[in-house]
C-alpha cells in the first residue's frame, strides 16, 4: 500500500520552478527524518535534501542554492521547492521517510526540465 503520496512533479523549461509535496498517511511524519530523493533511466538513486524532526536540512551539493526542503508537521507534508532548475534535474522523484532506522517510500512522481 502506497503510505507518502507525491505531488507536483511536471515538465518545465529550464530556468523554472517546481514545488514537490509529500503526504504523511502512516502518522509517523513528526518522528521522522523526511527527505526527496531522484533517480533517472540508468542511474542510481541519490538523495536530494533531507530533513530531520528538527528541522536540521542536508542537502545534495548539485542542488545546494537551488532548492529548499521544508516540512508543516500540522498538515503532516514535506515540500520540495526547486528553483533555477536544470535538464539534469530530471527524474523521478520519491518521497522517503525513516522512522526508527525503517525506511518508508512514495511511488515517485515525474520531474521533466526541457532545454
Known amino acids: 500500500q502506497v503510505q507518502l503520496v507525491e505531488s507536483g512533479g511536471g515538465l518545465v523549461q529550464a530556468g523554472g520552478s517546481l514545488r514537490l509535496s509529500c503526504a504523511d498517511s502512516?502518522?509517523?511524519?513528526?518522528?521522522?527524518?523526511m527527505g526527496w530523493y531522484r533517480q533517472a533511466p540508468g542511474k542510481q538513486r541519490e538523495v536530494v535534501a533531507t530533513i530531520s524532526s528538527t528541522t536540521t536540512t542536508t542537502y545534495a551539493d548539485s542542488v545546494k542554492g537551488r532548492f529548499t526542503i521544508s516540512r508543516d508537521n500540522a498538515r503532516n507534508t514535506v515540500f520540495l521547492q526547486m528553483n533555477s532548475l536544470k535538464t539534469e534535474d530530471t527524474a523521478v522523484y520519491y518521497c522517503?521517510?525513516?522512522?526508527?532506522?525503517?525506511?518508508?517510500w512514495g511511488q515517485g512522481t515525474q520531474v521533466t526540465v526541457s532545454s
Open positions: 502512516r502518522r509517523i511524519f513528526r518522528t521522522s527524518v
Open positions: 522517503n521517510a525513516n522512522q526508527f532506522g525503517i525506511n518508508y
